[in-house]
């Protein structure tokens, strides 16, 4: 046994997860609210069996996914269908997730493609991270990405280091993107030339009625006269069941003549004209009379000026073709200009069909020349002539584009690269959907390269996700953990060895400050004030306070004798380097240390706070310095003393929130020790998620005026956002928590006890502030107030609070309400009852119920009980990829005496162990041994009737074709036996 092996044996994984989300029974597995998602309803769910655990989300309905068959709806996809992935492969969908959500959107545009991609927080984008400067004006990147270009030209090698080391590919989550960051959308460069065509494939109308068409040759070179008709016809060319017609303009009479002769070149059919003169439309029309051609035609290209696109077959074709196609589609539908501040003739074809649009992107980057999309939505104009939402692409074959870089992968793929222009957050209550991709893991948006959901697997990857650590990190801490001593596992050095040389050294410095302050005469009179303060001898011990000396180089003499580099300093922000002296030095000192840790008692950084002085200029220094982010430390993931406190903060599952370290200490000390403190007013997102993991109700002791401070009520909607319940403790004797203790320490524990509610708070304090009898005080509360109640995400919430306002002000309810939506309005407040959802494209209910049967199977405990039923059905799955599952279940049952999902896993092909998992998952509600046998027995028989009812389709079909006698008698016998068993199962079931 390996030590992974080891590690996962000696931790349970319900066990582990319950110390971070609540989990409850659910069948043979258990259920919880998912740690990574915002959402109400449980999607989180954990195999004590398979020690797995799996949870899902991340595109809203309506959102664009890229197909080989051009965008179709995320939630239109199922593990039928395949995407192009994020490297630009044809890959297959093994998995399709879907879950409530109930959190922010964000909503994304790039330079170039104009349109909005909208995604959860926690969706990973793929970015082309580097400097911040590089990040913040595009000029910059360009500037240095341009250089790397340049060298690639003659060593492709050194580029690829180049770019590894300042500019590397990164997956992050969408909630931390910027304004500038450049993403990656992919080009397609497999190229496979095509030498015939057989269009009998696109035939598939056949009728005996009426005249024989006219004979045309089905085996078509892909010549350039047979590309250029094509593009023609994507440009001006519609069908009808008997012909196919070409709509061109008065002027174009060379253009028809083309036309003409490429039809009969091609087909052997003489096309007419018509001169359309009279009434309304004018123009010249071109025939070519061949139904068989007109249905041929629709099959290729599309139906309908929506559906237009170029032939799929032909997407991989040569550039050199595929441009043909584009001049043809420019030709017949293009217009050309001079931009703007520019002596370059530009071209743009504009199209209600957004496949087209997007093929024809594709192509030109293929061929390096870079478009501009621009969407226009439908309108009516003045002529009241109703138009369709549409797609411009423009171009230029002459002019060199500004944003025109390619990023160029190591496996022989391309990436053009875009800067966000864009970025928006916004709430959103509904369902969300995902991808499991096969092999590359990543599928495409209308506009950049995301990951696909891979969220779940065993304790690692919960531990790496969980605290967004890497994997060496992960094993240490679960090692630890489980009592196990690695031996023999060694790792690439990396962010995991860099974070953990900065714990190394953050924690020895931790020490050093700490035995100056309690052992040392340098820290004599910083231990005088904190003992003066209240705080005891354990609690410096415990929570690791410490004194920086009023030296130059105190920390960083002893650190770099313990063999650390001054970059390791530097990076752990324990020094400051000064560059134009090229020197350095600490940068604490004199100053009280407090120790800042992360939830697993890791030292990340430090805070220092002046002591009282009697220089006037010593005054001026600041209160507080704080360690400035480092790859371990981010302030707004911090929570001072929770390392400490958690355990009383789960078992109470209730936080109190303080803004000083000397408060948060002070409180422990007396014993209400499910507390932790926060720098400055603002609850953070990072924040809020980590204490989401311990309880559910938060208790606020901040200084701030709540009602005022922006940043503060950001934090608390986005408490309200995430389910907790939120109390604000009121001190009426003193300024803050330490000095109410000070004075008596049942007074903060009655405080404590009697928190308000947040809204609560809001009222009373605000109608403190101002007078609610006076016209102008009303105005003043309802300013401050408005804008916060309409925030509330409760509707019941929300109206009981508005109403209390217009009891408390004594005016009219209603006339509040109408108040409070001109504020939403004008501010924009995102109101979620407000947004409507997009109607879903429902998988069919037999795919529904086969994968659900899968489940049954699965998850029971003596399926062996059902293999006689089983083996008489299999033939009647539909759902391919459930079929194999049930076979192989099956021939396990065959082979073993009894059924364990471990050595079932073990044995079926990796592809089918994604929905195998997923099945085995799948919540299954608690049943008795009868209820589940009873159920079984239903979905059997439904199962059999979506059988029954497609064979009774099929032999209608077959009846109608047939010519021979016997196959008659024989096809009609098989109706009326089929039909008979519909019957008689549809009278059972009744």
């Given at each position: 046994m390996d030590n992974l092996d080891e590690i996962k044996s000696k931790i349970d994984i319900v066990t582990f997860i319950s110390e971070y989300v609540t989990l409850k029974r659910a069948g043979r597995n258990f259920k919880g609210i998912c740690p990574f998602h915002n959402e109400k309803t449980p999607s989180f769910i954990v195999s004590p069996e398979r020690q797995i655990w799996h949870c899902f989300g991340c595109l809203p309905p309506g959102e664009k996914i890229k197909t080989p068959f051009g965008y179709h709806n995320i939630e239109e996809l199922d593990h039928n269908h395949w995407v192009i992935s994020g490297q630009g492969n044809i890959r297959k969908i093994t998995n399709v997730l879907v879950h409530q959500y109930n959190g922010n959107l964000v909503k994304i545009r790039l330079r170039k493609i104009k349109q909005d991609v909208r995604l959860t927080t926690d969706h990973n984008v793929f970015v082309m991270k580097g400097a911040p400067y590089l990040q913040k004006k595009y000029k910059n990147f360009s500037r240095r990405y341009n250089k790397y270009l340049k060298i690639r030209e003659s060593n492709i090698d050194k580029y690829q280091k180049l770019i590894d080391k300042y500019l590397p590919i990164t997956k992050i989550p969408a909630g931390e993107l910027k304004r500038g960051n450049i993403l990656l959308y992919p080009i397609r460069t497999i190229e496979k030339k095509i030498g015939m065509l057989d269009?009998?494939?696109?035939?598939?109308?056949?009728?005996?009625?009426?005249?024989?068409?006219?004979?045309?040759?089905?085996?078509?070179?892909?010549?350039?006269?047979?590309?250029?008709?094509l593009g023609y016809f994507i440009a001006e060319g519609s069908t009808h069941r008997g012909y196919i017609r070409f709509s061109l303009g008065n002027h174009e009479e060379k253009f028809a003549k083309e036309i003409i002769f490429l039809i009969k070149k091609i087909f052997a059919l003489q096309a007419k004209i018509h001169r359309r003169s009279n009434g309304h439309k004018t123009g010249i029309e071109i025939t070519a009379c061949q139904s068989q051609l007109a249905n041929i035609f629709e099959n290729l290209v599309g139906k309908g000026a929506a559906n237009k696109h170029i032939p799929f077959i032909f997407q991989e074709l040569p550039t050199t073709q595929q441009f043909v196609i584009i001049e043809a589609v420019f030709k017949g539908d293009g217009t050309s200009f001079i931009a703007n501040r520019s002596q370059n003739r530009h071209k743009s074809i504009t199209t209600v069909s957004e496949i087209l649009a997007e093929q024809l992107i594709?192509?030109?980057?293929?061929?390096?020349?870079?478009?501009?999309l621009y969407t226009n939505g439908p309108k009516i104009d003045k002529l009241l002539v109703n138009h369709k939402k549409s797609f411009t692409v423009i171009w230029s074959d002459e002019a060199r584009q500004k944003y025109n870089l390619i990023y160029y992968g190591k496996d022989g793929s391309q990436y053009w690269l875009l800067p966000i222009i864009q970025l928006k957050q916004e709430e959103y209550r509904g369902p969300v959907y995902n991808l499991t991709v096969d092999r590359d893991h990543t599928f495409i948006t209308s506009n950049f390269a995301v990951g696909n959901c891979n969220v779940g697997g065993d304790i690692f990857e919960f531990a790496e996700k969980i605290d967004n650590i890497e994997f060496p990190e992960a094993l240490r801490i679960l090692a630890k953990k489980a009592g196990v001593k690695l031996q023999n596992i060694h790792f690439d050095q990396g962010v995991s060895q860099q974070k953990e040389k900065l714990y190394q050294l953050n924690h020895l410095a931790s020490e050093f400050y700490h035995y100056l302050l309690t052992s040392h005469e340098s820290g004599k009179k910083a231990l005088d004030y904190i003992l003066k303060r209240g705080i005891t001898k354990k609690s410096l011990e415990l929570f690791k306070i410490g004194y920086a000396p009023n030296a130059w180089?105190?920390?960083?003499?002893?650190?770099?004798?313990?063999?650390?580099?001054?970059?390791?300093?530097?990076?752990?922000?324990?020094?400051?380097?000064d560059r134009n002296k090229n020197s350095y030095y600490d940068r604490f000192r004199g100053r009280l240390i407090f120790t800042l840790k992360d939830h697993r008692g890791n030292v990340v950084g430090f805070a220092g706070r002046k002591l009282p002085q009697e220089n006037e200029a010593e005054e001026k220094e600041a209160k507080y310095i704080n360690s400035p982010e480092t790859p371990v430390y981010i302030k707004g993931n911090v929570l001072y003393g929770l390392d400490i406190t958690k355990e009383a903060i789960r078992k109470q599952n209730q936080a109190i929130i303080v803004e000083g370290e000397i408060d948060c200490i002070s409180s422990y000390q007396i014993g209400t020790s499910n507390v932790v403190a926060i720098k400055g007013s603002a609850l953070t997102e990072g924040q809020l998620r980590l204490l989401k993991r311990f309880c559910d109700s938060?208790?606020?002791?901040?200084?701030?005026?709540l009602a005022g401070d922006m940043a503060a009520r950001r934090g608390i909607e986005l408490a309200d956002s995430l389910g907790f319940t939120i109390k604000v403790i009121r001190l009426k004797t003193a300024k803050d928590p330490n000095e109410c203790i000070e004075k008596d320490s049942s007074l903060w524990t009655s405080a404590v006890k009697q928190a308000?509610?947040?809204?609560?708070?809001?009222?009373?304090?605000?109608?403190?502030?101002?007078?609610?009898?006076?016209?102008?005080g009303k105005k003043h509360i309802t300013d401050e107030l408005l804008p916060i109640l309409s925030r509330i995400q409760n509707l019941v919430v929300r109206d009981f609070y508005l109403k209390q306002l217009a009891r408390k002000l004594n005016v009219d309810s209603e006339i509040l309400q109408m108040e409070a939506q001109r504020i939403v309005k004008e501010e924009k407040l995102p109101v979620l009852a407000t947004k409507p959802v997009p109607r879903l494209l429902e998988r069919s209910r037999r795919d529904l119920l086969e994968e659900y049967l899968v489940a049954m199977v699965l998850q029971s405990q003596t399926p062996k009980i059902w293999e006689k039923e089983l083996t008489a059905i299999l033939d009647y799955f539909k759902n391919d990829a459930a079929k194999k599952i049930l076979q192989k279940a099956l021939n396990f049952l065959n082979s073993h005496q009894n059924w364990e999902i471990k050595k079932f896993v073990c044995e079926i092909p990796s592809e089918l162990i994604s929905l195998t998992d997923k099945l085995f998952l799948l919540d299954l509600k608690e049943k008795t041994l009868e209820e589940q046998k009873e159920e079984f027995k239903e979905i059997v028989k439904e199962i059999e009737l979506f059988y029954l009812k497609d064979k009774l389709v099929r032999l209608g079909d077959d009846i109608k074709t047939v010519t021979n006698d016997k196959d008659l008698v024989n096809l009609n016998s098989q109706f009326d036996e089929t039909a008979l068993k519909i019957k008689q199962l549809t009278a059972k079931k009744e």
């Amino acid at each position: 046994m390996d030590n992974l092996d080891e590690i996962k044996s000696k931790i349970d994984i319900v066990t582990f997860i319950s110390e971070y989300v609540t989990l409850k029974r659910a069948g043979r597995n258990f259920k919880g609210i998912c740690p990574f998602h915002n959402e109400k309803t449980p999607s989180f769910i954990v195999s004590p069996e398979r020690q797995i655990w799996h949870c899902f989300g991340c595109l809203p309905p309506g959102e664009k996914i890229k197909t080989p068959f051009g965008y179709h709806n995320i939630e239109e996809l199922d593990h039928n269908h395949w995407v192009i992935s994020g490297q630009g492969n044809i890959r297959k969908i093994t998995n399709v997730l879907v879950h409530q959500y109930n959190g922010n959107l964000v909503k994304i545009r790039l330079r170039k493609i104009k349109q909005d991609v909208r995604l959860t927080t926690d969706h990973n984008v793929f970015v082309m991270k580097g400097a911040p400067y590089l990040q913040k004006k595009y000029k910059n990147f360009s500037r240095r990405y341009n250089k790397y270009l340049k060298i690639r030209e003659s060593n492709i090698d050194k580029y690829q280091k180049l770019i590894d080391k300042y500019l590397p590919i990164t997956k992050i989550p969408a909630g931390e993107l910027k304004r500038g960051n450049i993403l990656l959308y992919p080009i397609r460069t497999i190229e496979k030339k095509i030498g015939m065509l057989d269009l009998s494939n696109y035939l598939n109308k056949v009728t005996n009625f009426g005249p024989k068409p006219k004979k045309i040759p089905f085996q078509i070179h892909i010549n350039e006269n047979f590309l250029k008709l094509l593009g023609y016809f994507i440009a001006e060319g519609s069908t009808h069941r008997g012909y196919i017609r070409f709509s061109l303009g008065n002027h174009e009479e060379k253009f028809a003549k083309e036309i003409i002769f490429l039809i009969k070149k091609i087909f052997a059919l003489q096309a007419k004209i018509h001169r359309r003169s009279n009434g309304h439309k004018t123009g010249i029309e071109i025939t070519a009379c061949q139904s068989q051609l007109a249905n041929i035609f629709e099959n290729l290209v599309g139906k309908g000026a929506a559906n237009k696109h170029i032939p799929f077959i032909f997407q991989e074709l040569p550039t050199t073709q595929q441009f043909v196609i584009i001049e043809a589609v420019f030709k017949g539908d293009g217009t050309s200009f001079i931009a703007n501040r520019s002596q370059n003739r530009h071209k743009s074809i504009t199209t209600v069909s957004e496949i087209l649009a997007e093929q024809l992107i594709d192509i030109l980057l293929r061929l390096h020349i870079f478009p501009t999309l621009y969407t226009n939505g439908p309108k009516i104009d003045k002529l009241l002539v109703n138009h369709k939402k549409s797609f411009t692409v423009i171009w230029s074959d002459e002019a060199r584009q500004k944003y025109n870089l390619i990023y160029y992968g190591k496996d022989g793929s391309q990436y053009w690269l875009l800067p966000i222009i864009q970025l928006k957050q916004e709430e959103y209550r509904g369902p969300v959907y995902n991808l499991t991709v096969d092999r590359d893991h990543t599928f495409i948006t209308s506009n950049f390269a995301v990951g696909n959901c891979n969220v779940g697997g065993d304790i690692f990857e919960f531990a790496e996700k969980i605290d967004n650590i890497e994997f060496p990190e992960a094993l240490r801490i679960l090692a630890k953990k489980a009592g196990v001593k690695l031996q023999n596992i060694h790792f690439d050095q990396g962010v995991s060895q860099q974070k953990e040389k900065l714990y190394q050294l953050n924690h020895l410095a931790s020490e050093f400050y700490h035995y100056l302050l309690t052992s040392h005469e340098s820290g004599k009179k910083a231990l005088d004030y904190i003992l003066k303060r209240g705080i005891t001898k354990k609690s410096l011990e415990l929570f690791k306070i410490g004194y920086a000396p009023n030296a130059w180089e105190g920390v960083s003499k002893f650190l770099l004798k313990k063999g650390f580099k001054v970059d390791d300093l530097e990076q752990a922000g324990l020094i400051i380097r000064d560059r134009n002296k090229n020197s350095y030095y600490d940068r604490f000192r004199g100053r009280l240390i407090f120790t800042l840790k992360d939830h697993r008692g890791n030292v990340v950084g430090f805070a220092g706070r002046k002591l009282p002085q009697e220089n006037e200029a010593e005054e001026k220094e600041a209160k507080y310095i704080n360690s400035p982010e480092t790859p371990v430390y981010i302030k707004g993931n911090v929570l001072y003393g929770l390392d400490i406190t958690k355990e009383a903060i789960r078992k109470q599952n209730q936080a109190i929130i303080v803004e000083g370290e000397i408060d948060c200490i002070s409180s422990y000390q007396i014993g209400t020790s499910n507390v932790v403190a926060i720098k400055g007013s603002a609850l953070t997102e990072g924040q809020l998620r980590l204490l989401k993991r311990f309880c559910d109700s938060l208790l606020l002791s901040l200084d701030a005026d709540l009602a005022g401070d922006m940043a503060a009520r950001r934090g608390i909607e986005l408490a309200d956002s995430l389910g907790f319940t939120i109390k604000v403790i009121r001190l009426k004797t003193a300024k803050d928590p330490n000095e109410c203790i000070e004075k008596d320490s049942s007074l903060w524990t009655s405080a404590v006890k009697q928190a308000v509610p947040i809204y609560d708070f809001y009222l009373d304090s605000t109608l403190e502030k101002y007078n609610p009898e006076d016209p102008e005080g009303k105005k003043h509360i309802t300013d401050e107030l408005l804008p916060i109640l309409s925030r509330i995400q409760n509707l019941v919430v929300r109206d009981f609070y508005l109403k209390q306002l217009a009891r408390k002000l004594n005016v009219d309810s209603e006339i509040l309400q109408m108040e409070a939506q001109r504020i939403v309005k004008e501010e924009k407040l995102p109101v979620l009852a407000t947004k409507p959802v997009p109607r879903l494209l429902e998988r069919s209910r037999r795919d529904l119920l086969e994968e659900y049967l899968v489940a049954m199977v699965l998850q029971s405990q003596t399926p062996k009980i059902w293999e006689k039923e089983l083996t008489a059905i299999l033939d009647y799955f539909k759902n391919d990829a459930a079929k194999k599952i049930l076979q192989k279940a099956l021939n396990f049952l065959n082979s073993h005496q009894n059924w364990e999902i471990k050595k079932f896993v073990c044995e079926i092909p990796s592809e089918l162990i994604s929905l195998t998992d997923k099945l085995f998952l799948l919540d299954l509600k608690e049943k008795t041994l009868e209820e589940q046998k009873e159920e079984f027995k239903e979905i059997v028989k439904e199962i059999e009737l979506f059988y029954l009812k497609d064979k009774l389709v099929r032999l209608g079909d077959d009846i109608k074709t047939v010519t021979n006698d016997k196959d008659l008698v024989n096809l009609n016998s098989q109706f009326d036996e089929t039909a008979l068993k519909i019957k008689q199962l549809t009278a059972k079931k009744e």
